[in-house]
């Protein structure tokens, strides 16, 4: 069963814009992580972003942040001042009875110049 | 050293073949993983190797066979392939299963003809 839900295929946006990547999980357990990593077309995936459950302040490094809203089971990712390097498909993931990575179908996210 | 390296990065096989799959970590890390991602979607869990052990078999076909000779290397055995076998295979380390992160190597694209 799909644990996580991306509803976004592909996304577009122009440079130096504001993006938002929404992401949808099911989970019975009370405390877990929460991930977004990038994929670039080097393939390697990059952790971009954690969000612990149990803490409620959302997760931010520099242009990256997430809206954590636990109770909706919602973990969207927003990137501040978009740059050409942000093109990627990006997954939301998290851990599945501690052993598990689980991932999203993915968005494919383009920075336009 | 947060890097996890797999080699080859490219590998093109007969369906009669038998070839390896190599990944190495030098971060401490205790647990190891392979995933298979086939094009446009996202990794799915092969294998979990925890402390050297198998841990997670996700019903894999028996011609993968992993390998995980010391804490530092992990290895998947390939034979008799079929042609929808071709995939990009990933490993990935982390502390420990359920750790905070999980590292990922820049994958091999492997091509079964």
């Known amino acids: 069963a799909q644990t996580v839900t991306q509803s976004q295929p592909e996304m577009s946006v122009q440079e130096a814009e504001t993006v938002t990547l929404s992401c949808t999980y099911d989970t019975s357990e009370n405390n877990y992580y929460l991930f977004w990593y990038k994929q670039p077309p080097s393939r390697q995936m990059i952790l971009v972003i954690r969000?612990?459950?149990?803490?409620?302040q959302n997760a931010t490094e520099n242009r990256f942040s997430v809206n954590f809203q636990k109770a909706a089971k919602s973990f969207s990712l927003k990137i501040s001042d978009s740059q050409l390097g942000d093109t990627a498909m990006y997954f939301c993931?998290?851990?599945?009875?501690?052993?598990?990575?689980?991932f999203g179908q993915g968005t494919r996210l383009t920075i336009n110049p | 050293d947060t890097e996890v390296t797999q080699t080859p990065k490219h590998l093109v096989m007969g369906m009669t073949n038998k070839k390896s799959l190599k990944c190495e970590q030098h971060?401490?890390?205790?647990?190891m993983y392979w995933y298979k991602q086939k094009a446009k979607k996202p990794p799915e869990l092969m294998f979990v190797?925890?402390?050297?052990?198998?841990?997670i078999n996700e019903s894999v076909p028996s011609r993968f066979s992993p390998e995980c000779p010391n804490s530092s290397l992990l290895n998947l055995h390939l034979h008799a392939l079929q042609p929808e076998d071709s995939a990009l295979y990933l490993c990935?380390?982390?502390?420990?299963?359920?750790?905070?992160?999980?590292?990922f190597g820049q994958g091999t694209r492997l091509t079964v003809v």
């Open positions: 969000q612990e459950a149990y803490k409620q």
């Open positions: 971060m401490g890390h205790r647990a």
């Open positions: 990935a380390s982390s502390q420990a299963l359920g750790a905070r992160e999980a590292f």
């Open positions: 190797y925890s402390y050297e052990k198998l841990s």
């Open positions: 993931a998290r851990f599945k009875g501690a052993q598990k990575l689980v």
